[in-house]
């Protein structure tokens, strides 16, 4: 069976799309976020997603299976708040490694029928990495700037936990994702490298960054020259961006990654803005269309979706996707 780096020469890779989007849709009830033996837990969980893979597998399944369907080649754990600092707000610091392993094994398990079904398709699991509810650049109090409400070393700590956690589950890559702080990111990283020496394993890495607003910048103040000059020393399968804009506000900061990214690229925008509800309405097609205009310029070796993407939104990238070449991986100078 051919490898993901194989693939990634041949054809343009399809990732997910938005794994909240569908929970949402389901329109659960607090009940569905409990895992047997927090019946009575003293805050309310609902909006835990990560728990879900404990309390309800048969849901984080079924939306994977969908996703594959529509002609995902990657699919992303549902582990994108599964660590220690994220789950403490909800006091589920102590399912963590559950959550991590779990979600795994539900992704692999989706993989692997898919897979069967079509073994000129293999598919792959993403351990997806978030950044953190707490970032190490910038304080949280207006009043006190030097502030950090954590420490490089206690998000090196939480991310080894969930490194761990992912490969026990058995994922094929991972995917540091949502990248808002550099700093945060830099711990990821610095975590992940550490944790592949222990174990005398690697597998290959993914790195997505968000710019925030229309000046082109992360929330911590970079430029995407600047952020792929701090990323420089990462050994990375991809580089890219996802959420916060649409694909139509991400094209220049995407342009500049193809230009300059020393490995393959990737992008996964929103389904377009969020409007006054806070609803995402870019049609399948729209979306399809404005990747599509990416693929053709040979920016991208990766494309799928964020927040408010569906399945048939992956259906219809991964037919557009058919139309076009990946872009060649740099030759090093």
Not at 33 to 60: Q, V
Not at 73 to 96: G, K, M, P, W
Not at 107 to 135: H, L, Q, W
Not at 286 to 305: D, H, I, Q, R, S
């Amino acid at each position: 069976m051919k490898t993901i780096e194989q693939l990634a020469e041949e054809r343009i890779l399809i990732l997910d799309g938005a794994m909240g989007t569908m929970i949402q849709r389901l329109g659960l009830t607090e009940e569905d976020f409990h895992p047997a033996g927090m019946e009575e837990h003293p805050i309310l969980l609902k909006g835990n997603n990560e728990l879900l893979s404990l309390s309800r597998p048969d849901a984080i399944r079924t939306i994977h299976e969908q996703y594959l369907e529509a002609g995902a080649d990657i699919v992303e754990t549902n582990t994108f708040s599964a660590t220690t600092i994220a789950q403490a707000e909800h006091q589920c610091e102590h399912l963590v490694r559950e959550i991590n392993v779990r979600s795994a094994q539900l992704a692999k398990e989706a993989c692997a029928k898919y897979t069967a079904m079509d073994p000129s398709k293999p598919r792959f699991v993403a351990g997806a990495i978030g950044p953190m509810n707490k970032t190490a650049s910038l304080s949280p109090d207006v009043n006190d700037p030097g502030y950090r409400a954590v420490t490089f070393d206690q998000l090196v700590t939480a991310y080894s936990e969930q490194i761990n956690a992912l490969l026990d589950g058995g994922v094929d890559l991972l995917l540091v994702e949502t990248i808002f702080d550099t700093l945060n990111a830099k711990a990821a990283f610095y975590a992940i490298e550490e944790v592949f020496e222990k174990r005398s394993t690697r597998v290959p890495v993914m790195c997505s960054v968000t710019i925030t607003d229309a000046s082109g910048r992360t929330l911590s103040g970079q430029t995407i020259e600047a952020f792929l000059i701090s990323m420089a020393h990462v050994p990375l399968f991809s580089m890219g961006l996802n959420c916060a804009l649409g694909a139509a506000q991400m094209r220049p900061y995407l342009e500049v990654i193809a230009e300059q990214a020393t490995c393959r690229t990737s992008v996964y925008p929103n389904a377009g803005l969020p409007d006054q509800m806070g609803e995402y309405r870019e049609s399948p097609e729209v979306t399809a269309k404005l990747v599509g205009e990416f693929m053709a310029n040979g920016w991208v070796n990766v494309v799928g979706g964020c927040c408010g993407t569906t399945p048939p939104h992956i259906a219809a990238l991964a037919a557009e996707a058919k139309k076009h070449k990946p872009r060649p991986m740099p030759v090093p100078a």
